[in-house]
């Protein structure tokens, strides 16, 4: 596709759905003035790969077990980020256990992502740990993809990456972590057939090192170059690279950036994990996630400037022991392109969700509509798996927070064709997970709240509309909701979050289950979130 006719079509598209961010300079990303601060985006968006074709700059990240996976985001200056896709259409094509009747394996699934283009195409390859790999092309980054493809079964792989040889030859490397947490993980080099499906041979060991994975691999200036990370005892992790004028090595080793002090409050301050990007101007850029253990909005994403010592390319900045560390702010790699940030808001007025929606695993497609009722997603009740089981029913509809300083959840919901034993509402989903249900039982509908792992009952709904909010500050949270739109009034106790849930960092969105029958459903006019 022409680039220009590319940039078009995603910027109509930001219009018509009305899904843009109001546009202000916040505590992190652009600055407005040049300028950016870490992280870029202060949302979940772990396990970074970034490409350029063109002027045009294209990044995915791991969605594990939710639907659809793998996001595909579009930039112009590697600062300002929109979604545009995804590449995984369903999490259950890669195994049925996904499915809304299994709902297993939460935390595997997609992990780590790799993307690359080549011979006209974007490839995309990943490993679940416990299912294989797979992969998928497009055309498009936008999409659509092809089905994703298996290549081959295994477990206990992850963070693969592709790479073509000046022959044609193509590889992955990856690793392999069959001796588990904390011990020693093999980095492999395989070789692929042409058309990418398939492996030609069993992979070569190249690597062994604590916790050794992450791979990114690149061939500049004659030299091959595998990217990974790696755990030390004095520095936790640190982001490595190996470097040979062969293929098959020998490598030799160098650390390109590290944590400072692992015992200071700033534990998990290190660029590691994700990728190199070279712009049209020739700078060279690395962008990971940002993973600060204490941090429950999960790994958000960063970037870092790349200075080439010795043919090394030494990430962040340089320290007198030539190693890098992680740097706070910097100056844009390309100027004079907006503010923009990934969406949030959905009206609920086009065919299509919001493009920052996912489900959690697998969708009943039959329980949900957009054109049954214009201007409202209506959401259908099934039963859980497990009675009032948030982790065991289907189509929870989930969005990444964003900032973790302050935000406004509200929404809009119409409760007029409830049935008993239906619960649906506004989640907040993290290790302390949080509820704000409209529940109804003996034909009577009520606010109830499940936070700080305890339920409680509130008020009787008079009216067949019920609007909801949370409110979050510093990453503490306290639910609300109103009768009118205009009176607000408090639900339940506040609750705080402090860590990740199934390796994914707190996701804000909406539910509804009968614990009875699959009967009854309810109509959301709107979803809106603003952030700080």
């Given at each position: 596709m022409n680039p220009f006719r590319l940039i078009l079509t995603v910027l109509l598209f930001y219009i018509s759905t009305g899904y843009a961010q109001q546009v202000k300079v916040l505590s992190w990303g652009d600055q407005g003035n040049?300028?950016?601060?870490?992280?870029?985006?202060?949302?979940?968006?772990?396990?970074?790969?970034?490409?350029?074709?063109?002027?045009?700059?294209?990044?995915?990240?791991?969605?594990?077990?939710?639907?659809?996976?793998?996001?595909?985001?579009?930039?112009?200056?590697?600062?300002?980020?929109?979604?545009?896709?995804?590449?995984?259409?369903?999490?259950?094509?890669?195994?049925?256990?996904?499915?809304?009747?299994?709902?297993?394996?939460?935390?595997?699934g997609v992990w780590a992502p790799a993307i690359r283009y080549h011979d006209g195409k974007y490839w995309i390859y990943v490993f679940d740990p416990a299912f294989g790999l797979f992969m998928t092309t497009a055309t498009n980054p936008a999409g659509p993809w092809e089905q994703v493809h298996q290549v081959f079964k295994a477990k206990n792989y992850d963070d693969c990456c592709p790479f073509w040889d000046e022959d044609g030859q193509m590889y992955l490397s990856c690793a392999n972590f069959d001796r588990g947490w904390p011990n020693d993980y093999d980095i492999k080099l395989f070789k692929l057939t042409a058309n990418g499906k398939h492996l030609q041979d069993s992979g070569i060991v190249i690597h062994k090192g604590p916790v050794a994975e992450a791979t990114k691999m690149y061939k500049i200036n004659g030299w091959y170059y595998i990217l990974y990370c790696q755990d030390f005892k004095d520095t936790?992790?640190?982001?490595?690279?190996?470097?040979?004028?062969?293929?098959?090595?020998?490598?030799?080793?160098?650390?390109?950036?590290?944590?400072?002090?692992?015992?200071?409050?700033?534990?998990?301050?290190?660029a590691a994990q994700g990728g190199l990007v070279q712009t049209e101007k020739g700078d060279w850029f690395f962008l990971h996630h940002w993973a600060v253990m204490s941090n429950p909005m999960g790994r958000t994403l960063a970037m870092a400037p790349v200075t080439w010592i010795d043919?090394?390319?030494?990430?962040?900045?340089?320290?007198?022991?030539?190693?890098?560390?992680?740097?706070?702010?910097?100056?844009?790699?390309?100027?004079?392109?907006?503010?923009?940030?990934?969406?949030t808001n959905d009206e609920f007025n086009t065919s299509s969700l919001g493009l920052m929606w996912e489900w959690n695993h697998s969708p009943r497609n039959d329980k949900w509509s957009l054109i049954e009722r214009k201007g409202f997603l209506r959401l259908y009740a099934s039963q859980p798996l497990q009675k009032d089981d948030f982790f065991k029913a289907s189509n929870t509809l989930l969005q990444r927070v964003?900032?973790?300083?302050?935000?406004?959840?509200?929404?809009?919901?119409?409760?007029?064709?409830?049935?008993?034993?239906?619960?649906?509402?506004?989640?907040?989903?993290?290790?302390?997970?949080?509820?704000?249900?409209?529940?109804?039982?003996?034909?009577?509908?009520?606010?109830?709240?499940?936070?700080?792992?305890?339920?409680?009952?509130g008020k009787l709904i008079p009216t067949h509309k019920v609007w909801l909010k949370a409110i979050s500050e510093d990453n503490t949270y306290q639910f609300y909701y109103s009768f009118d739109g205009k009176k607000f009034k408090l639900a339940g106790e506040k609750f705080k979050l402090d860590d990740w849930c199934n390796w994914r960092g707190v996701e804000i969105g909406l539910f509804c289950w009968n614990n009875d029958a699959s009967s009854g459903y309810v109509d959301i006019n709107w979803f809106r979130y603003d952030y700080k």
């Open positions: 040049g300028m950016y601060k870490n992280p870029i985006i202060n949302g979940d968006y772990s396990d970074p790969d970034v490409i350029r074709v063109g002027s045009d700059y294209y990044l995915i990240t791991s969605t594990f077990h939710l639907s659809p996976g793998i996001t595909v985001l579009h930039s112009k200056d590697l600062v300002n980020w929109k979604i545009i896709g995804h590449a995984i259409t369903d999490i259950a094509y890669i195994d049925s256990i996904y499915s809304a009747n299994k709902m297993g394996e939460y935390g595997h936790h992790r640190a982001q490595m690279a190996m470097r040979s004028r062969n293929i098959y090595g020998p490598y030799e080793h160098k650390r390109l950036c590290q944590e400072r002090g692992m015992q200071s409050k700033d534990f998990g301050n290190n043919d090394w390319p030494i990430i962040g900045k340089v320290e007198i022991d030539g190693v890098g560390s992680m740097v706070l702010e910097g100056k844009k790699p390309i100027s004079n392109f907006p503010i923009v940030r990934p969406q964003m900032g973790s300083k302050y935000g406004n959840i509200t929404t809009c919901i119409d409760i007029s064709k409830m049935t008993n034993g239906q619960s649906a509402g506004l989640c907040v989903v993290s290790k302390n997970l949080g509820l704000l249900k409209i529940v109804q039982k003996d034909n009577k509908r009520f606010i109830q709240t499940y936070t700080n792992a305890r339920n409680q009952n």
